[in-house]
């Protein structure tokens, strides 16, 4: 799944497929685009991200954990 990666206030970060990000929660706006990453089904992170996207259109999470679609240890990267 290719995706763009925002970055919010409050530390937040968002996944959403819209490129401008116009879905995104207004609670932590102003977002600014950082990137397109692909996420795989290999981890279980990437996974739950894939289904909150599905079903509200985005994923947040907050800065300092490790965010859906890097590489993970022992697999191969599919982000970037």
């Known amino acids: 799944m290719r995706l763009w990666s ?3 206030e409050c530390q937040r970060r968002a996944l959403t497929q819209d490129q ?3 879905a995104l929660p ?3 706006a ?5 990137k397109e990453i692909t996420l795989s089904d290999y981890d279980e992170e990437d996974r739950r991200a ?3 996207i ?3 259109g985005y994923h947040l999470y907050r800065g300092g954990r490790r965010p859906p679609g890097a590489a993970v240890p022992g697999h ?5």
């Open 20 to 22: 401008t990000g116009v």
């Open 54 to 56: 599905q079903e509200s």
């Open 26 to 28: 207004v609670e932590f």
């Open 30 to 34: 102003p977002w600014v685009r950082y």
């Open 76 to 80: 191969p990267e599919v982000s970037r």
């Open 50 to 52: 894939m289904n909150a």
């Open 6 to 8: 925002f970055f919010g």
